[in-house]
């Protein structure tokens, strides 16, 4: 589903190049879940960012889905609209829409819009009585809710989570998590999902730890 | 929905969610598009009524032999002798209630093409016995053709005219080149005509278009600078679930034409109001000024859709240029510093005001060094002042009478003065000669496009032996004392004379003040817009400073002074600027275009209200932001803490 061969990325820093990823392979089978674990500033964002196309490496390749990924803006952002589903750590809704038309948002861009997918959602979500409100209006859990309903509801083949709960308390960073878990797994998508948390880490297929650039 | 649309609502949902600043953006553009098309549509209009005066009227293309007095017998002695001439006998006549210049014409010697197609083909006997009498004014006559004359003149046949005028005749019209017959002067046209004398108002009003317009893109300008702010992080969500950037450049276009033909078709109505009713002022003041007959109904001409939406969707792509570029360079991943863009953007705004001061007055610069009608820059430095022409061109014209009586004396030696249109076009000063004498002064000659030479009746005489058209005599005398003694002696009272050309000018002080009032009213909006704009921008910085116990209406308060302070001191930038371009437009843009300068006058007490005006209006402007402020929610100002990306 997602395969990266020897990708390096740095960035220009007032101190000189830094480079964030020296080298890192790895390889995700459709359906499989892992866990992208490493302290803060290890380049566990930037590494995702790559994987949806949100920024090209400078070095290596990005296969999704068995293409490589794309070189133009349109291409990758296709791609997106397809094949990726992101979920941020920071919930990234639309101010101006209400939690519906949000939720309803990524397929309908995708041209996938399925009303029963997307009343199941809700009800396993436990969105039914937030509809109508605006994403200022809900709570950081619930906005977080809406931000998983809203990728899961486009149906896509992989599922690349930043941090999802990074943003909650333990219980309902947990109650999250679990949601997001079943419904992958109902989808049958693949997870990348980035934690600090080792515990969530181990609820996932497989664990992989970003350390000096390189995974461990 | 497919999928740009729905991504297109998204984009649009934003507007519902602020109407405030939906209703500025539109509202800005279209009294911008509004106060342009309005103007471009008098202009227009005038202009067109010069074209029909001077295509019905080219009998006074022609020239022309006058004498002393001219009878039917001396006509047919001519035409006898082999003279291709027609008569004319022109006047003032009350017809219908109306002062109209009545023209008589011999249709059967009249030169072809002279007189419109008055359409004699069709009813001949009709005109020739008076029946019918064509003018713009239209009488309610089927047979009349309105759009042949321009307003003000009738035309009909000579028979009915001498019964109305007399029996004299005017001047007889001369075709070929020819010399005059014994005892006729031949009196060759002037080559001006109405457009080239009117230039100098329709630039002015023309200016004050493009002031208005170039206000009013400041509020679109500031509206749509801060859609997109606010917007930021909805692009960015957009890109991160699969809208390429072009995609999304292309729909906010389409975004931005919406408004742009929304707003421009209320402009393009606003404008036809505006200019219905400032026509009649304008019109008054070029009759007055100019005897310029324009007509005052106003035709919706469908050209003005095409420009006043033209207009309407340059202006906004000119506003949202930069907002658009932006846009182009904006990261789909969030910088590392948020409030660090934040800052960025309002120190580009600052800077922005101040290039654009600076612009200003570059244009001013480059006036003088590249002459007159070069580009955009130059034409946004010209407006500025058009409005500071009209009042001192009457403060000047007081003047100039005072300047001449000194040199009176050298006239009766046999000297000239020559005006100062002649003096520039061939680099004369006082004590050079011309043909016709040694110029003792230069007079100044506001309005005249031509070259012209004053000398005394004595050396008029020597230079030129033709018969003598006109006498004038001044006198202290009463007119009405006079008209009583002379009936047929024409009089004209220069105090009455004063008293009409007073109302003249109050007539063009209106249509300037109404101008001034909308001008002025556009830009209070503009402020009040960029004010909300920035109070906005700034609530990331005010809400750390809350934070650490600062109360809200402290800020308020601080807010308010600060706004003022800034205003005191833009009046300052300003006005130095507004003199610089006043002059710019008296000592160069005018002499170059139309060939005479207008004397600089200063009107302290004018600056000290206008001091006043500019703190008041940035008061009112700042009260409904800094209310907000003292008001706002502590939940908005931790927002800002929540929110922040
Ligand atoms: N746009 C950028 N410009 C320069 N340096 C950057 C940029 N983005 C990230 N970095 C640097 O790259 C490194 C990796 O950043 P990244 O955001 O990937 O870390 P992370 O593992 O996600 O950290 P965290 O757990 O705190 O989210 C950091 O040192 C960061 O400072
Ligand atoms: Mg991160």
Known sequence: ?216 | MTGPMIALSALLSHWARHRVQAALLLIGLALATALLTGVQAINAEARASYDRAASALSQDKLPRLVAERITVADYVALRRAGWPVSPVIEGEALIGGQTLRLIGIEPLTLPSGVAPDIGLAGDPTGFLTGKVILSAEALNDPRVRPAELPPGVALTDIGVAAGILGPEISYLLLTGDRPAPPGYALIHPATTDLSQLTESFHLNLAAFGYLAFGVGLFIVHSAIGLAFEQRRGMFRTLRALGLSARALTGLLLAELLVFALVAGAAGVVLGWLIAGALLPDVAATLRGLYGAEVGSGLTLRPVWWLSGLGIAVLGMLASAGQSLWRLGRLPVLAPAQPRAWGRESARAMRGQALAGVGLIGAAAGLLAVRGLWAGFGVLAGLLLGGALMLPLLMAALTRAGQRLPDTWARLDAGDVFINEQLALRRGLAPGDRVEQGVIAGIYPDYGNPMPQVILSWDRHRALYPLPVLRYALITDIPAAEIRAAFPRVVVEDRAAIRKASVAVFERTFAVTAALNVLTLGVAALAMFASLLTLSSRRLPQVAPVWAMGLTRGRLAQLEFLRTLALAALIYGLALPLGLALAWVLLAVVNVEAFGWRLPMLLFPGDWLRLGMLSLLAAGLAAALPVHRLARIAPAELLKVFAHER
């Open chain 1, 1 to 216: 589903m997602l395969s990266l061969t020897d990708v390096c990325k740095g960035y220009a820093s007032s101190e000189g190049r830094v480079t964030v990823l020296d080298g890192v392979s790895l390889s995700l089978a459709a359906g499989e879940t892992l866990a992208l674990t490493g302290e803060s500033g290890s380049g566990k964002s930037t590494l995702l960012h790559l994987c949806a196309g949100l920024d090209a490496p400078d070095s290596g390749r990005i296969e999704v889905a068995g293409h490589p990924m794309g070189r133009s803006d349109a291409e990758r952002a296709a791609l997106r609209r397809g094949t990726v589903g992101l979920v941020f750590q920071q919930f990234n809704l639309i101010p101006s829409l209400d939690v519906a038309a949000n939720l309803a948002f990524q397929a309908r861009l995708a041209g996938r819009h399925d009303p029963r997918w997307q009343a199941d959602l809700v009800a396993t979500l436990d969105l039914g009585s937030l509809l109508v409100r605006y994403p200022e209006e809900l709570s950081g859990g619930q906005q977080q809710r809406v931000a998983i309903g809203r990728t899961l509801a486009a149906r896509p083949a992989l599922v690349l989570a930043d941090e999802p709960t990074g943003n909650l308390d333990e219980a309902s960073g947990d109650r999250v998590m679990a949601l997001m878990l079943r419904l992958v797994a109902e989808t049958g998508a693949a997870l990348l999902m980035v934690t600090h948390s080792p515990r969530l880490a181990a609820r996932l297929d497989r664990q992989v730890h970003l350390r000096g650039g390189r995974l461990t």
